[in-house]
C-alpha cells in the first residue's frame, strides 16, 4: 500500500450524506474516488443472479476474487456509472433488497478479505477521497485526515424514503427505519471491520445539515490539515 499518496476517510453508515459529500470533495480537490459500498452492492447483485445466497460464503467469496466491475465518472460528474461484466447495473444496485444482501455479505469476513485489495488499489495520484464504513479503520488506517458522519435513524430513515420516491420506486418509511436499525445492528457487532468512528476520525452529526453545510466543515478541516 503505497502510503505517500493521500487519502480522505469518509465513514458512517447509510443515510448520513456521506456518499455525496466524497463525490463532491473528490470532484473539489480533483482526487479519485471511492464508494466502497457499491463494491459490496455489486458483488450482492452478482451473487442474486447467480442465485447464490449469504449461505455459501466460499463460492461468494470466490466470486468476490473474480469480479468484473467498472466505475466510470458521469459525464457531469453528478455521480458513477457502474458496469457489472460490461453491464450498466447502476440503477439496479440502489434496491433495498439489495443493499440489505451487501450489509449481510460486509459481515462475513473472507468476503471482506477477498475486496480488500481491491479497494486499496483506488488508492492513485494525486489523491482519494473514500466513503464507506470501514475506510478509516482498516482499509487506510494512516490516512491523514478522517471523518465519521453520523445521523438520527428517523432523518436518515426520511432521507432515504425520498430519494427512493424521486426515483419512483415504491418505498414504506416504517420498513426502512426498522432495516436501518437492523443493518446498524449488523454492522457495529459484526466481528469483522465493525462499523465504528476511528480514534483520529472528526465526528459531524448531519441530522440537521444541510449538505453545504456538511461541505463548508469538510472543507474547513480539509484546508488545514492537508
Same mark, same amino acid.
Given at each position: 500500500?503505497?502510503?505517500?499518496?493521500?487519502?480522505?476517510?469518509?465513514?458512517?453508515?447509510?443515510?448520513?450524506?456521506?456518499?455525496?459529500?466524497?463525490?463532491?470533495?473528490?470532484?473539489?480537490?480533483?482526487?479519485?474516488?471511492?464508494?466502497?459500498?457499491?463494491?459490496?452492492?455489486?458483488?450482492?447483485?452478482?451473487?442474486?443472479?447467480?442465485?447464490?445466497?449469504?449461505?455459501?460464503?466460499?463460492?461468494?467469496?470466490?466470486?468476490?476474487?473474480?469480479?468484473?466491475?467498472?466505475?466510470?465518472?458521469?459525464?457531469?460528474?453528478?455521480?458513477?456509472?457502474?458496469?457489472?461484466?460490461?453491464?450498466?447495473?447502476?440503477?439496479?444496485?440502489?434496491?433495498?433488497?439489495?443493499?440489505?444482501?451487501?450489509? +449481510?455479505?460486509?459481515?462475513?469476513?473472507?468476503?471482506?478479505?477477498?475486496?480488500?485489495?481491491?479497494?486499496?488499489?483506488?488508492?492513485?495520484?494525486?489523491?482519494?477521497?473514500?466513503?464507506?464504513?470501514?475506510?478509516?479503520?482498516?482499509?487506510?488506517?494512516?490516512?491523514?485526515?478522517?471523518?465519521?458522519?453520523?445521523?438520527?435513524?428517523?432523518?436518515?430513515?426520511?432521507?432515504?424514503?425520498? +430519494?427512493?420516491?424521486?426515483?419512483?420506486?415504491?418505498?414504506?418509511?416504517?420498513?426502512?427505519?426498522?432495516?436501518?436499525?437492523?443493518?446498524?445492528?449488523?454492522?457495529?457487532?459484526? +466481528?469483522?471491520?465493525?462499523?465504528?468512528?476511528?480514534?483520529?476520525?472528526?465526528?459531524?452529526?448531519?441530522?440537521?445539515?444541510?449538505?453545504?453545510?456538511?461541505?463548508?466543515?469538510?472543507?474547513?478541516?480539509?484546508?488545514?490539515?492537508?
Amino acid at each position: 500500500m503505497n502510503t505517500s499518496i493521500p487519502v480522505i476517510t469518509i465513514d458512517g453508515p447509510s443515510g448520513v450524506g456521506k456518499g455525496t459529500v466524497t463525490l463532491r470533495l473528490a470532484q473539489y480537490l480533483g482526487w479519485h474516488h471511492l464508494d466502497s459500498g457499491a463494491i459490496y452492492r455489486v458483488l450482492a447483485l452478482a451473487a442474486a443472479q447467480r442465485q447464490l445466497t449469504d449461505q455459501r460464503a466460499e463460492a461468494i467469496t470466490q466470486l468476490a476474487v473474480e469480479l468484473q466491475v467498472e466505475f466510470q465518472p458521469l459525464p457531469d460528474l453528478s455521480g458513477t456509472r457502474v458496469l457489472l461484466d460490461q453491464q450498466d447495473v447502476t440503477q439496479q444496485l440502489r434496491t433495498e433488497t439489495i443493499a440489505q444482501f451487501a450489509s +449481510q455479505l460486509a459481515a462475513i469476513a473472507s468476503i471482506r478479505s477477498a475486496l480488500l485489495q481491491r479497494q486499496r488499489d483506488c488508492r492513485r495520484l494525486p489523491g482519494l477521497v473514500a466513503d464507506g464504513r470501514d475506510m478509516g479503520t482498516v482499509v487506510f488506517p494512516d490516512a491523514p485526515l478522517k471523518f465519521f458522519l453520523t445521523a438520527s435513524p428517523q432523518e436518515r430513515a426520511n432521507r432515504r424514503y425520498k +430519494q427512493l420516491k424521486q426515483k419512483g420506486i415504491d418505498a414504506n418509511l416504517d420498513n426502512l427505519v426498522k432495516e436501518i436499525a437492523a443493518r446498524d445492528q449488523r454492522d457495529c457487532e459484526r +466481528q469483522t471491520a465493525p462499523l465504528t468512528p476511528a480514534a483520529d476520525a472528526q465526528r459531524i452529526d448531519t441530522t440537521t445539515l444541510s449538505i453545504e453545510a456538511v461541505m463548508a466543515q469538510l472543507l474547513t478541516s480539509v484546508s488545514k490539515h492537508l
